[in-house]
């Protein structure tokens, strides 16, 4: 005997009905509702993170700007050390030291002393700045005092009165400078904007 095929009672197909297609229309709000809300979760963390980020940069950058910049009062002290240093050499002439051989090594030392002062602020970042020509530049440099110069335009150092320092890049001491006022017989150079 052979046995017959199962039936399958496949239930014929419903046409949609008000009521679902009403809960569809219900569902896609939802969904739509949960996709703006997600997105608007997704740009609540990327700008919490990007926060996050931006603070730690800053307070990576406010340690290193504490570390470089900690000796910034003890390298200006400093400073004055360095100066009467220059002084005391400046203040024995060529013939001085060739009459005394004592004061010629006494100054030898005190030479000695500065060169290994300069190396070690230089080894922590204390740079000299000693210009003797050129354009005097605001950022840097201090006027102390104007001449008449012939051949010399006006603002172009002409003296050196005090050495300047930077600490890294930020300015500790501007260099004292004399500048000339500008040669009147010479004639003034033409601005771009002059020229136009």
Request: charged share 30%.
């Amino acid at each position: 005997m052979t046995e017959a095929a199962p039936e399958m009672n496949i239930p014929p197909e419903e046409p949609e009905t008000a009521a679902s297609a009403a809960d569809n229309g219900a569902y896609m709000a939802q969904i739509a509702a949960l996709q703006t809300e997600i997105a608007d979760a997704k740009d609540k963390m990327l700008r919490v993170m990007a926060d996050a980020d931006n603070m730690r940069k800053r307070a990576e950058r406010q340690q290193i700007d504490a570390t470089k910049f900690a000796v910034t009062g003890f390298a200006r002290d400093l400073l004055d050390v360095a100066d009467n240093l220059r002084r005391a050499i400046d203040a024995i002439t060529p013939e001085q030291r060739t009459e005394s051989e004592t004061l010629n090594s006494f100054i030898a030392g005190i030479e000695a002393t500065e060169r290994v002062m300069n190396a070690t602020l230089e080894k922590h970042g204390l740079r000299k700045l000693a210009p003797v020509a050129g354009k005097s530049d605001a950022n840097v440099h201090e006027a102390v005092f104007q001449a008449d110069v012939p051949g010399k335009d006006a603002g172009e150092i002409i003296q050196l009165i005090e050495p300047g320092y930077m600490l890294h890049e930020r300015l500790l001491r501007p260099a004292k400078v004399g500048v000339a006022v500008g040669d009147p017989n010479k004639p003034a150079a033409r601005s771009l904007d002059e020229s136009v």
